[in-house]
Every structure is written in C-alpha cells, then in structure tokens.
C-alpha cells in the first residue's frame, strides 16, 4: 500500500480507513469516536535522506512506511486516546491514553451535533419562548412578512478554571429574519447555554452583560425588534447593486507558467511540494529556489484570537483556530472564478468524521499566477534606453471559516526568490448584545443593539529552514548610528550595522527603531561576493503582542503570542506553536516548553516560528462582513545569491502582455471616451 | 485665456510660454536661466468657493484666475529670483530675489550640459588619461573586443558647511564597456569633480576612500579590469533566458470601469482630480468616495535620501529628490503593456526648460484597473451558502528616475473607500569603489572592486484632509490592558483604547506596541452608529527614521524625517515638509517652522504629513538592479460609513471572470497536465 505516494503527499481515502480499522479492532466493543485522523511527517533525518537520494541520486530510494496519527474518545468518556499506526504496513505503532485533563480538538460534525442538542433541550427551549417571537415580524420590503428564527453558534469553551476537566462548549445564541441568508450576528441574545460536548448534557445558561461594566440581567425578555445588518444581496433593502464594475478577464492562451505532478509544484525556478492536512490547512516541503534549499517545512501552525472584553463569560473567548479546529477541517471549497482567477489548480482536503470515514472537502486550495506590477526597471536618462520587467505571481490560497471569521491564507512567490506570507482576514465579527446607547472603550457598536469586542489575531507561521544546507543560524541585524566626531563619522551622518546571534533555542525582542532584522544564515555558506554567510531574511512589521496580563490564561496557553520571533532546535513532533492539545488547555505545551533557552541553536538544524499579531478593534465598515484587513510579512533572500536572481526574466512587451489604450478600449466598447460618465452607452451587461 | 481650464488642470503648454515671455520682457537684456515653471494653486479659501459651487450649485462658478510660479536666474548669477505670474490675465504678481543663499533646484538640462563640461574639462581628462584606458578591453562573449569608456555622474552637492552659497554639482565618475547598456555602477572610480552649477567652472577634484576607513588616495591609477556586474540582455553573459513564463493577458473587452473627464477621474464610487507637476510628479486634488469628501490635496511632497556611510566626501550623498530634482523633471514615459497592463489611460507633463520654452514628457501617469484577490466573503457554514466579492483596484502610477534609481508610485483605490500608498524602490544602488576584500559594516559588497553604502529612503506624503467637512482634528488611539483583577477584568484579559487629541501643530511619536492608530476625525460628524465622531484612519508601520546625529546638516535640512506623522494647520503654499528650497540648504524651512507647537490643529482645517521610511543596507539581490523593494501605507475609513461601502458590489461568478481550470487550459495548449514539465509542448512562444 501506498508504494506509489510520495513521503509528503497528504493522507488517503484508504489511509483513513485503514486507521480507523485497525483502531476500531483493537478496541473490540468499545464505540469510538474519532475527532482526528491525518498523516505523520516522517521522521526528519528519513526524509532528508530521501530527499537527498531523490535529488542528487546515490542510490534507491529508503522506504519509509506511510504513518498517520488518531485521536478518538471511547464510548464519548474521557480521557482522549492518540495513536500512531503505520499504515504502510498496516499496524499501530502506539495506542495510548492522553494525560489527564487533556481534550481533544474539535470535529464539524460535533459541532453540527450540538447545535441540535442545544436547540433542543428543553431548558433552553423554555428560555427561546420568553423571547415570545411568534409576536413579532418584519415587513421586508423584498421579501414580505417574515418572522425571527433562533440560531445558536456553539462556540470552543476557553479557560478560566482548572476544574474544568471535561470537553464543553459554549453557546452563543443569536436570532435571525427567518431567510436561510439572514445575518443573525445582527441580533446577540443574551443567554448563553453551556454544554457538555460528548454527552450534550446540559450544563447551565450564562447570562450576558450588555452594558458598560460586567453586570448582567437574567430575565430573558420577549424580543423587541430593531433593524438588521444585513449582508447577503437576497436580503439587503437599503443597499443597491454598484454599477459600472466592467470584466476585467485573466487568460492564459497558452496554459499556465507552472507545472503540478501530484503534489510537487514547479515554477520559475520554485520547486516544491504542496499537501493539504485538516490541522494547518496545508504545509509547504521540500522548498528549492534556483536549485538551492530554502525550507525543509512551511506552515501557518496555530492562531489564537484572544478577546480584550473582560466581562464574563466574555473573558473565555479565546479561540485557537487551528488547535482548536484545523484550518483544514473548516476549509472553504473554492469555486473556479471566485476565489481565483485565470487559470486555476485545485487541490482537495481529506478529513475523517467521527466514525472514522473519509470526507472529501473538495478543492481547499487554489493554485493560480497573478500579475502584480512591476518587478523591476532602470531607465539610462542619458539614452533612455531601459529594461522593464512584470512581477508574475504564483499564489497558493486556502480560506478557512471558523463560524463568523475568514481567514484567508496566501503564500505568494516572486520570480526573485522571495515569499509573501499574506493573511486577509474577512468575514463576520464576533459580537456582543449592547444596550442602547452603550458606549464602551473596550468595543465599538456596528448597529443597533449589537456591538463588536476588540479582539487579536496572532498567527504562528513555523519555517524549518534549510537555507544552503541543513545548518542554519538565527541572528538579527540592528542599524545604529556612528560614534559622533569620530575620523570617519567627521559630519555625524553614518550609521552601521551590528550583528546579532541567537545562541540559544528563545525569543527575540522587536526592536522597529533600530530596524531591526531578522535573518537565517548559513555559516557554512559565505556568500563570494559579500565575503558574508548567505542568508534569508524575515521582514516583519512591528506589532502590539497579546496584551492580556501574563496572569491571565489567555497567555498562559499562547505564550507563543508574546513575542514574534522565536528559534528552537528541530525535534521531530515539535510542530504546534501552543502545543498539540490546545482546546480548554490550561497553558501551552509549545514555543514555552521548547525555546527555554536551553538548546544551543547556532550553526544546527534550526527553526523560526513568526508570529503575525492584529490588535483590531472592529470599525462600522467591517459589519455586517468586513473587507480583508491584511497581514503580512516577507522572507526574501538577502545576499543569498550574488546577483539579482531575476535577471534572466524576458523584459516586458506589449507584444506579450497585449495591453490598449483607454481611448482604443473606450471607442471598441461604444463608449465616446470623453463624454459625460452618465452616458448610458458604457453600463456594463452584467 | 484657459476659461475652459479647471482650477487644478496642469499648467499648458501656453501658460509656460506666457509666464517666460513676461518675465523676460521684465527684464530686459538679462539672459534668464529658468530653473523650474509650474502652475501655482489658487488660494484654499478661493478653490473651496469653487468647489462648493460646483458640486452643490449655488451661483456661478468664481471666476479664479491661474496663477504659475518661476524660479530662474539672471546671467547664470546669484540670486535665484522667484516670480509669480496671473498667467489668465496675462500680468506679474511678484517677482522677488530670494533669500541670500537660496539655490534653486537641478534642472535635466542642465544636469546634460554639467556632465558635458566635466568629461571635456582638461583637469579631467588629464585625470582620466592617468587610467590608460586605450590599453584595456575586454573579449564579451557576444559582443567582442570591447573598451571601457569614463561616465560621469553628476550628483547634487549636499551640504556640509555654511560657506557654500553658490550652486555646486558633485560629479561620481565611474567607468563602464564600450556598450550604450553597460552598467557603469559597477566599476565606480576613485576621484570626483566638483564644478560649478551656473558657470561650469572647475572647484577642485575630491578622491574617494574605498577601505575600512576614510583615508584616500591621490593617485589615479592605471585601471586594472574586474569583471563588471550587467543587467541589460545585450551585455549579460552569464544569464540566460527563463523559460516557461507564459503569457498572462488582462483584457477588458467592455472597456473600462474608470471614466476621466479632462483631469477629473471617477471610479466606483471615487471621485478626484490628477495633475502633474514637474516637483511632485502629481497631486490628487478634492477626493470624493461615495458622495463624501475625503481630502482637499494630496500628494508625495519631497523625498530625502541620507547616505549612512560617514567617510567625506560620501557624507555630502543626501539627495531631496522632489525638491532638488523634481519627480515630474525625472518621471518616466511609461509604455503600454510594460509599465501598466489592461486599458490603460495615460497622462503627460509640461515642464519648462532653460529658456523658458516648453517641454512635453509624454506618459509620466498610468492610470489602469487590477484584480487582486479577494475583497470580502463569508460562508455560513451551516448552509454553505457564501458571498464572495473579488477586489478590483484602480492604479495611478508614476516613474522617477533619480541617476540611479527608480521610485514607482501607485496611489491605489480599492472599492471600499481605501487608499493604498505604496512606493516601489527599484533601478540601481548608488555605489563607490571598494578595495579587494574590504568588508565593512555600513556598505554591502555588490561585485568586484564595488561596494553599495548603507542608505535611507524617507518620503513625506502630505494630505489636506477635508473629512465629511472642512473642519478636522488628528488622534492617536493606544491600546492598553485594562487594569488587573477588576470586576469588568477578573480573569485579566481586558483591553482598552485610550484617545489622545492632537491639539497643538506638531509631531506624535511612534508607538506600535500600544497598536497606536492614527486618525483624522471629524468632530462635527457623528457616526450614527458608533455614537463617536467619523474618520479615517492611517495604518503605517512603525519604522527606524532618519539614523544620522541631530547635530548633522541631514537632520536639520530634513528636519521632517525625524518624526513618522506631522500635524500643521493649512496655509496657502505651506506644501513641501523640508521647504521650498532644498538643494544645498542649510536648514530645513518646513515642518520645523510650521509644526511649531503655536498653532491650534484641533477642529480647524488640518494638514497631516506621513513620512514612509526605510532604512536601505542593499544586499547582493539588489545589483545591479534591484527586484521593486515595498514600502506602503493605508489609508481607510475608520467608523466613517455607518456600514461596509462596498455590500453594493456584484458578487463573483465565472460567467463575469471567466476563469479555466488548469487540466482544461493544459490540454488546450497542448500540454498534458500532468506529463514532465521538462516536455517541450509547454513552452512559451516568447
């Protein structure tokens, strides 16, 4: 089995099955309940030997047995079992309980599950009739008359406590126009049903503050309606359809620039391989520029989005959205002129339910080139004679909906060797019930009765590096000013660089004023023209890190979020910036466990985790769906190649990019180019 | 004459003439050496009248007549005169010697005739007859026998003593082979000329250190060849061709989305003037987004360039690129399917020469709509049904070319009420000679015998803001932990803003790990919403500003670069943050005089100055010519709808897009999908 996949490729139909199989006959009776089931990188120093052979050749390929990892419940008790299982040869490697107190992520169809025992139970059916909305309607001037429908949105319950020792969830619930389109994050209600989330027992009902301080009523009143934000163009009344938004259409005559063999990509001097898993959405390996080694592994590996509203049961909003869910479990499936354009490959995600059968989410990622401008130019003004060059992209994107928020995650490649770690994140705020006229400086109100919490977004990017080679070292470049009135700073204008190295596995402070930089070098690799170690380097803006108090549990489980950059010594498994298990975790098993300053990190197989933060305190424009608020940061080579890499790209002609005149377009079009826009002769036919 | 001109159109061809012909009937026999023409803006108070009027009716339009200002000097003397001209009513308003030592800006030509009068000057062909040239060639691969050639150089002369009160030209002489697209940056020589600027007469010959400190030698050796560093495909030896970059076309069969009426432009939604100038390049004028108004102006306002490398003569290398050169003087004739792709619109600029006579740049501005991913979606998870809007942007762009680099701007405009400022630093790193094996920590080595210094790039962006109204006020917000173990905070999450009012002209200090946002808001424009007052926000990056000690002529000409965000109240021609003269100053007459803490900025008609920084120590990637380093900035609304602006856009469909699927586009380009890349059926017919 498997003989035909290659070491990275993402997890199979029968792979799954296989797992779960061998589980479900080592555990007899026993009804299992799988939360998780996806592959296992293969032991690092197996791969690189693999790698190796695969690349520079010496021989035959190892065999390396295809492993995957399960986690699952037995009979919906705790505690939480993992294992590993060789599914190659089809037998467990390791079956054990996890430690006590630890709960596993959670799974869509769970979710889905408790939605249902949740609107069901009688309890919170009694308090959903205090709302008394069979008294109450619209009138939608498109629509008609329409009444309200209660929607709950069960939420990961946080931490505050160390007693909570079982799985539970926490329910947001919200009322909605009864139009399957309607936005219910316009109306927060002001109960918030607590259960179990294995047995769906019923806990207790948190009732929710909606004023300036954190007192809350717990009489749950019949609904007095106010108008919605809505979103969807089927039930807007208020906002129309902008007109005058003409194609713009992206083809590709000749095929797309890049090459796709299973999972391995190659374009423009890009090589690597791309695979999808249900934790991180996808993972980069195996990452080559112009024939040299950049990254052994990339990957968006956690992200927390801790609340700044401290009013309880507020205080426990702290997702981790890929511990706590998987990016790929809650991927988008992607639609071909929507979410990518021109010519497009789409890769599919495979999870497992809870019975431990395949799902295929189709289509989780799209593969796409862009133009972006300008790549580079320089114009003699003496001849004005020049060379100019486009800068074609190759975009790999993924979008993850985690209940209200979207995050969408681009990796974008340059023909220079360079890559943009791009995070838009869209979607619906998370919000609160607000009293009239409630004004707070802790949340901002984006309509009426309903306002949004600030909140972060801290996202942890891991990059095993393998820049020119499998030894690497972290150093970080500050920029400071000459001593004044020295022989060679007479006018006091010079500055120099001063060096930096990370000796030991830790954190690096920000330092923006300094302009300080962070790089991975190769000491073993000096560059002949600098006479310096090549090097990659990290462009990361300054940011705000978590700003809760260190006292709190939302930095002791993301203790990563306290700083952006961090460098461990590779340890196979160390993989997850706030540890494996982070759902109700009570503080990380990650970055504060492995970069303890303890492991020399100099001159070895080293990795760099970023940290991407957003302090965002929402504004009215980003209700009731938010345009992309981005993020981003750049890993670009600096002095790694002893020349621009990109000088072999043809100069851009129009003869290629057939591009035309305003004037040309307007008159083929029927439109006088100077006459008044009012024309009607220019509307677009969509 | 021009009453079919708009207040902000660009001065014509005609105002040039008629503002030269009075000013030499003015005076006489004097031989006038014009430096630089160009419209003048009409007094604020004046345009708004007008403005309001246009927009809203109300009368007529006020008759404004257009004013155009000259810089010139008589005899090739000092003083620069200053002149202003009512060019409609054909008559002199001012006509002024500035202050003692005021020198005015470069002009192209006569930076032309300085380059000729150095290489024919005999103390500088002596100088270069020492190099015995006719003794060395090169054998080019492809080009054959080839001789090296001397250019020259000739930079700004900087400032570094109060003595200097004439016009200077520091000429970089550097060598180059025999070729029209050699690259001389890579073979910079050792001594370099200093002339006058008006009379072309020799100062002295300055020699260049080029080891670890700032010794120099006298001598002017025979040149020994070192292999030189091309980036044009007709001297590149040792760089092929890339492979496989197919075309990628962006067609607009219905035309496009942007109408321009004269210099007014209307865009989804956006509504402005562009004019070009020869300083600044272009100025937006009266912006408009959805029926509010946004600014009165803006504009990239000057650019300075510090060089961090202390040893003399290098100290003098701080260019101000708008106020000594002009952004317009030096902007690129952009071509079609090169510099911008789909249906592009260009605009041309006017520039003055010596004589007074006018010049036409033809396509200095490229004005083009782009797709560039997604602009906002949201997938209910529970029905799948989503929204998916792609984000099209609207581009002005221009291209200066300063020697040796390039600065693309784009202003870009996204459908939601954004300005993106970004700049592209691009083109070629200024460089000096370099001893063998001379490593230092303020320059990179770039190739053999050529090193790049340390630099700064710090360009101050000036927006007249007219926020919903003419009245403004700047803020900072701070994001601050709310204070521990409080009722609202018991589990030690909370956050808070904190608001601070600009009240006085002045700077604010950076403080990104408070998340600190600035704001211009309008406090007389309630958000119905929010309940808080409107605004827009500027998202800029915390960054290192100017490094160079206060005591250096840097800091005091550039006082501006000291700080990231200025607030000054408005006054008429209070435009440029280092002042109106530049070239050769002294002291800067800028920000530091206007942003002086005297005036109120609070709620009155308010100026905010964003200074964009970047601390540049080139790496090896960026020779010889540099892939387009990013710089940029946001400027969004914040609170000032009362909801997203951009719900009213279509939502994506491929039936709009048109999009393939890359299997589909493979096999109609004959090239099976998934065969070796390395098959020849994929490759591009370029």
Known sequence: MASNLHIFDPITDEEINWTSKLLKDLNGDAKLHFIQIDRLDPPKKQAIEYLNIERYGGGELPYIPRRTYAYYYKNDKMPLYKALVNVSDKRIIANQETPEGTIGPLLPDDMLAVEDAVMTHPIVKAEIEKLQLEKVFYNHSKLGKLGYKVVCEPWMYGTDSPDDKIPMIQAYMYLKLDHPDANHYSIPLKFSPVFEYLTHKFVRIDYLPSGADEKFVKDTLPYKPLPTVEYHPDVMEDVGVRENLKPLIISQPEGASF???????????????????VREGFALYDVFFKGRSLFYRVALNEMTVPYGDGRP????????????????????????????????????????????????????ICMHEQDYGLLFLHQNYRTGSNVVTRRREFVIQ???????????????????????????????????????????????????????????????????????????????????????????????????????????????????????????????????????????????????????????????????????LWVTKYRDDELYAAGEFTNQSQHDT??????????????????????????????????????????????????????????????????FNKSVYYEDAQKAAGCPSEAPSSGSCCKSNI
Chains 1, 2 share one sequence.
């Open 398 to 564: 993924t979008i993850a909906t985690v209940a209200n928020y979207e995050y969408i995650v681009n990796l974008i490649f340059d023909q220079a060797g360079a890559i943009t770690v791009q995070v838009r994140a869209t979607g619906i705020l998370s919000t609160m019930p607000n009293d009239e006229n409630n004004v707070t400086d802790f949340g901002t109100i984006v309509g009426p009765g309903v306002t949004a919490a600030y909140h972060q977004h801290l996202l942890s990017f891991r990059f095993d590096t393998r820049i020119d080679g499998d030894n690497n070292t972290v150093v970080y470049d500050d920029y400071v000013p000459m001593e004044d009135d020295t022989p060679i700073n007479t006018y006091n204008v010079g500055y120099r660089q001063v060096r930096n190295y990370v000796e030991k596995s830790g954190s690096v402070d920000q330092s923006p004023f300094t302009n300080r930089t962070y790089k991975v070098i190769n000491e073993n690799s000096i560059n002949p023209v600098t006479l310096k170690p090549v090097g990659y380097k990290f462009e990361m803006p300054a940011r705000q890190m978590i700003i809760a108090s260190e006292k709190s549990y939302n930095v002791k489980r993301a203790h990563y979020a306290t700083k952006q």
């Open 259 to 277: 090459d796709v063999q299973g999972s391995k990509i190659t374009w423009q001097g890009w090589e690597f391989r791309v695979a999808t898993n």
């Open 313 to 364: 049961p507020f205080h426990r909003k702290q997702a981790f959205d890929l511990g706590d869910c998987g990016f790929g479990n809650t991927a988008n499936s992607l639609a071909l002129g929507c979410h990518c354009l021109g010519v497009v490959k789409y890769l599919d995600t495979r999870r497992a339910d809870r019975d431990g059968k395949p799902v295929l989410i189709p289509s989780t």
């Open 590 to 655: 990650g970055l504060s466990k492995w970069a303890n300053g303890e492991d020399s990190v100099r001159n070895t197989d080293t990795v760099v985790w970023a940290t991407l933060a957003l302090t965002h305190p929402p504004v009215t424009e980003q209700f009731p769906v938010m345009t992309s608020d981005f993020l981003q940061f750049l890993v670009t080579p600096a002095s790694f190649f002893t020349k621009n890499p990109a000088l072999d790209i043809p100069l851009a002609t129009n003869k």
